[in-house]
């Protein structure tokens, strides 16, 4: 089992910055790869961004490219998204994800676990 705890989520106006941390404990050598999707009021669940625990190679959702960073901190299990820009589309609960397939990436079904998720609202 893994657990995930995120963090770090609020109110921002639009063109400001947050920065998310999820904090993975468990069985976090069985992962490769850590996510972070959102999903906004009344609609899916979507894809945000993505890092391999051990290359650090990066993947993002075409909306949040330019604006937004993950990184990850290997010998604290913890990943990071640097929110940059911030829009109001960009309003959502934001949850963490860990996936134990070589090839998760973008999909929801890739992930085994999440996070409770954090509030992220951005005002116009």
């Known amino acids: 089992q893994v657990q995930l705890v995120e963090s770090g989520g609020g109110l921002v106006q639009a063109g400001g910055s947050l920065r998310l941390s999820c904090a993975a404990s468990g069985r976090t050598f069985s992962t490769y790869v850590m996510g972070w999707f959102r999903q906004a009021p009344g609609k899916e669940r979507e894809f945000v961004a993505a890092?391999?625990?051990?290359?650090?190679?990066?993947y993002y959702a075409d909306s949040v490219k330019g604006r937004f960073t993950i990184s990850r901190d290997n010998a604290k299990s913890t990943v990071y998204l640097q929110m940059n820009r911030l829009k109001p589309e960009d309003t959502a609960v934001y949850y963490c994800?860990?996936?134990?397939?070589?090839?998760?990436?973008?999909?929801?079904?890739?992930?085994?676990?999440w996070g409770q998720g954090t509030q992220v609202t951005v005002s116009s």
């Open positions: 994800a860990a996936g134990s397939s070589l090839g998760a990436r973008e999909k929801l079904g890739d992930y085994d676990y």
């Open positions: 890092i391999r625990w051990r290359s650090g190679s990066t």
